[in-house]
């Protein structure tokens, strides 16, 4: 009966246990595997505002976006062909940009739900392809205040040709360029003029040799004999111009001598050394520090003061100007040095130019205190107007 009953039940074990198995690796692979739904709704389109080679992609989630690990963007060329994968974004995201595409060809995308080994993916966009922008419309702030700026400067320089007079306040610094000279001619004195390290491609080197034409003027109406050493040949050139037509322009050519502007030396303290040289030697009258100085600033005002000379200095170099205020009779401080172009030549154009920059920074510091007070107010609309993007 025993053996009966032990053959049945291994009968049954034979039979029936892969059956079992079987099904609960059916149920296994089922809870293991369930269906994802792809993201819907995918549209492709060009950027806008760009440059072109860029073009978005926007979807909306997968009711399965929870239990997904990534979206993968896939491209084609044709709506039917083969799909690669040109990036990935991680779950929650809705939105891609795909800037490895050229301009004037079409291209298909379709984007894929990945969890594990599972996807699922969209059905194909219509074709969409990149190209240019003449007007990035994000920055239309930029161009409302370039045409405010414009408008100011054109409205000036009109203002200026037509004889109206231009209120500029006075720049003591410049006004006693004169009596700095005059003074020179009473001593019997030489001049001396530098024009700062750096060389021609340096904006307070030309503001500088806009200057240097007026003092030259006035060194050739009083007689007086004007220095200017350099630290750079293209420089020296462009002095030797200036004072040669600044001669000429009143009638004193033949005092002109091309020898008192001269090189020294690019090495910054080893031209600091061979003006102080200079100083110690001619012990001139009156001397000018105009342009762009470094560490030397200090070195050649002392020497300047400790000869007994009357210093008129400008720069728009922020460290430098302590030292120049302190040890110069007259600093032009920043923007004077820029200015002094049009305060010294009256020219319609400079001054035009000069007053609508004025009313350019008016404009530009009005838009910033408005800014703040509605930022301290909670009221963001004008500070998001003005980003620039």
């Known amino acids: 009966m025993r053996l009966a009953i032990l053959a049945v039940s291994c009968f049954f074990l034979l039979v029936l246990s892969p059956a079992s198995a079987f099904s609960q690796e059916l149920e296994a692979s089922e809870g293991l595997l369930p269906h994802l739904l792809p993201p819907e709704s995918v549209r ?20 399965d976006d ?10 084609s060329a044709t709506a039917d062909g083969e799909y690669s994968v040109v990036g990935s974004v991680s779950k929650g995201t809705i939105r891609f940009i795909d800037t490895a595409v050229s301009d004037r060809e079409f291209y298909f995308y379709r984007v894929r739900a990945v969890a594990g080994d599972r996807y699922a993916e969209s059905g194909p966009t219509d074709g969409v392809r990149s190209s240019p922008q003449w007007f990035n419309r994000n920055r239309l702030n930029m161009l409302i205040a370039l045409i405010l700026f414009s408008g100011f400067v054109l409205w000036f320089i009109y203002n200026a040709k037509i004889g109206k ?4 306040r006075k720049i003591s610094g410049l006004d006693a360029v004169e009596d700095a000279i005059g003074r020179a001619t009473e001593m019997g004195r030489s001049v001396l003029y530098i024009p700062g390290i750096m060389d021609m491609d340096n904006i307070q080197t030309i503001a500088s040799m806009i200057i240097l034409g007026r003092v030259a003027k006035k060194t050739a109406e009083y007689d007086v004999t004007l220095h200017v050493p350099v630290s750079k040949s293209l420089v020296m050139t ?3 111009e200036v004072v040669k037509e600044s001669y000429s322009a009143v009638g004193r050519p033949d005092a002109y001598n091309a020898d008192n502007i001269h090189y020294l030396t690019d090495d910054q303290f080893g031209y600091a050394a061979g003006v102080d040289g200079i100083m110690i030697r001619e012990k001139p009258a ?14 050649l005002a002392e020497t300047g003061h400790s000869v007994g000379a009357i210093q008129i200095a400008g720069t728009a170099m922020p460290a430098q100007l302590p030292f120049f205020v302190a040890a110069c009779d007259y600093t032009l401080i920043g923007e004077e040095l820029f200015a002094a172009s049009a305060y010294l030549s009256k020219e ?9 920059q004025d009313w350019g920074k008016v404009i530009f510091m009005f838009f910033i205190g408005a800014g703040v007070i509605l930022e301290t107010m909670g009221i963001t609309f004008l500070a998001k107007y003005l980003v620039t993007r």
């Open 165 to 168: 007079e231009l209120f500029i």
């Open 238 to 240: 462009t002095a030797q």
């Open 44 to 63: 492709a389109a060009d950027t806008p505002n760009d440059r072109g080679g860029s073009i978005t992609l926007n979807w909306d989630i997968s009711p």
């Open 286 to 299: 009156t001397v000018f520090f105009l342009g762009a100085f470094y560490a030397e600033s200090l070195i």
């Open 66 to 75: 929870s239990e997904i690990d990534s979206y993968e963007v896939l491209r």
């Open 348 to 356: 319609p154009l400079l001054m035009g130019s000069l007053k609508g």
